[in-house]
């Protein structure tokens, strides 16, 4: 994705905390976007961050840092299912939403 | 209320045909985007249509096109088709606003021989 870095993969077991790092250019930032995709399927809606600090739903968390350019997906109590491919999206201000290359999760047994 | 509808599912073409997908955003939704999604390259955005006007549009070529309805369906059509084209083609709906959350179809899978 144009500007926005993310890991490639990151493997996990099963009930652990993973933490999925997302960087972005800060210039006309007007919101981020957290999604889920498992393989074969449509990404769903996670997350959207658009204050710097933590939002927490369920066992997922996202926390973002307008001034670093930088937030994170945080996955608590993990499970088999989890296991899918997670995309950061910024939102800039008049303009499309961009992607980041996704990071695939692996939650192992 | 029904989510984001693409027709069809899966398609297969063959090279220098041309193709025309469809989408149906969620009900007040007036917003469509169409993405392409390839392994090597991820989403990448094709363009934005807002109340049957296009808003944004994305860096492919001409032979990629789009349009939108005034019941805010889309359609977009892929012209003179390469291998490269072979891609999930998925299209998201929003309310109005560039900070409304997308909510994405199932998408196309498009295979061109």
């Known amino acids: 994705g144009q500007n926005i870095d993310q890991p490639t993969e990151m493997t996990a077991t099963e009930g652990a905390i993973v933490q999925i790092n997302c960087t972005y250019q800060?210039?006309?930032?007007?919101?981020l976007f957290w999604y889920q995709q498992h393989a074969g399927e449509a990404p769903t809606f996670l997350s959207y961050?658009?204050?710097?600090g933590l939002e927490e739903k369920g066992r997922f968390s996202s926390f973002l840092s307008r001034s670093k350019g930088y937030s994170y997906l945080l996955l608590k109590e993990l499970q088999m299912k989890d296991s899918a491919s997670y995309l950061c999206?910024?939102?800039?201000?008049?303009?499309?939403?961009?992607f980041g290359s996704g990071t695939q999760l692996t939650v192992l047994p | 209320k029904a989510g984001v509808t693409q027709t069809p599912r899966y398609l297969i073409k063959t090279r220098g045909q041309q193709v025309t997908l469809s989408c149906s955003p969620i009900?007040?939704?007036?917003?469509v985007s169409w993405y392409q999604q390839t392994p090597g390259q991820g989403l990448q955005f094709l363009f934005e249509?807002?109340?049957?006007?296009?808003?944004n549009k994305g860096n492919f070529p001409g032979r990629f096109s789009g349009r939108q309805f005034s019941n805010s369906r889309s359609e977009m059509n892929v012209s003179t088709l390469e291998l490269g084209d072979s891609a999930l083609y998925l299209c998201?709906?929003?309310?109005?606003?560039?900070?409304?959350?997308?909510?994405f179809g199932p998408g196309t899978r498009l295979t061109v021989l």
């Open positions: 998201a709906s929003r309310l109005a606003a560039s900070t409304d959350t997308q909510y």
């Open positions: 800060t210039s006309g930032f007007n919101g």
């Open positions: 961050n658009v204050l710097d």
């Open positions: 999206a910024v939102q800039r201000a008049a303009r499309q939403l961009t």
């Open positions: 009900s007040g939704h007036r917003s």
């Open positions: 249509y807002f109340s049957e006007t296009q808003r």
